[in-house]
Every structure is written in structure tokens, then in C-alpha cells.
């Protein structure tokens, strides 16, 4: 569990260091509730923001925005199910190393080049929102077994791939909103 906040500095008994679980007071797993974390970023804003500390000088303001700045960055972390999938199997030894890994299941490489042709043919929003409906329900489908990866099967490296799997599937959302916009919507 996370400990108060208190001290000459403003921050007591935390280590800049923690991971963002223990930071968070969270158990280190996938799945989380948005609420609740959004409840604890906030508890932790409260407790860490440094107009809090301007009584006790420059000095303690400054560790007090070192420590906001750390709890942001790990809010942004937690919050976020592909980098929060991403930091678990980091956390548990399997890196991600999207640029230097790219290999694929050839299954998963048919799909992405099926998508990527279904675009360059898509001449109308209709189609092209069709195209956005099939992606956003494999994203659902693949964060639901990402979860069984590394909540149950505790498989960090295949997680890891399917992380890496992921971040392709998020790039090729972003060209169909790329699309969508062009078509004017």
C-alpha cells in the first residue's frame, strides 16, 4: 500500500522509484478499473500538488513537482490498456522492443494486409466505417485475451507479442481516422 505524504520535503516513505502498482497502491495485474484509478490518480494529485508545500519553501515545492510529474506519468501508464499491458510485460522481464521485434504470426500479417487493401479500396464513409467496426471489435476481442495472457496464463512473453500485435492494430486505426477525415467526416 502507498504511504502518506509528509515531511520536511513534502513526501514521506515513497521512493521515486516504486513501480507504478505499488505507487498507485494497486495489485500488479492487467486489469484494472478505470474509476478507481481515476479516484486514485486523484487522491494522489491532492496529496503531492505543490501549492500544497508553499508554506515550507522553493525546495519543498520542488520535490512535491517532481513527485506530481511522477504520478502523472504513471497515470498516463496505468490508464492506457496497451501501455499498461506493455509496462507489466516490461515489469516481468519480456521487453516489447516494437522496433527492433516486428515478427508476426503469418495469420495476423494476412489480416493487417486484408485491412490495409479493404482500405486502399474503400471509396465511401460507409465503407471505410465498416472497416472501422471490424478493427475496434478486434481491438476489444485482443485486449480480452491480452488480459487472459497476463492475468491468468501469466505468459509475459507471448503478451508481448500480442502487445506488439496490438500496437500494429492502433496504427492502422489511426490511418482509417486518417481516412475517415478525408472523406469528411
Known sequence: MVAPFCCAAGIHHMKLDSDDFELFGIERRFAQAPTALDARWRALQTEVHPDKFAAQGAAAQRVAMQWAVRVNEAYQRLKDPLKRAAY?????????????????????????????????????????????????????????????????????????????????????????????EALGQ
Do not use: K, Y
Open 88 to 180: 507489466l510485460c516490461e515489469l516481468n522481464g519480456a521487453a516489447i522492443e516494437a522496433e527492433n521485434n516486428t515478427a508476426m504470426p503469418t495469420s495476423f500479417l494476412m489480416q493487417q494486409m486484408e485491412w490495409r487493401e479493404a482500405l486502399d479500396e474503400a471509396r465511401t464513409i460507409d465503407a471505410v466505417e465498416a472497416l472501422h467496426d471490424e478493427l475496434s471489435q478486434h481491438r476489444r476481442d485482443a485486449l480480452a485475451q491480452l488480459e487472459r495472457t497476463l492475468d491468468t496464463a501469466h505468459d509475459h512473453a507471448a503478451a508481448a507479442q500480442q502487445v506488439r500485435a496490438l500496437m500494429f492494430s492502433e496504427r492502422f486505426a489511426h490511418d482509417i481516422d486518417q481516412r475517415l
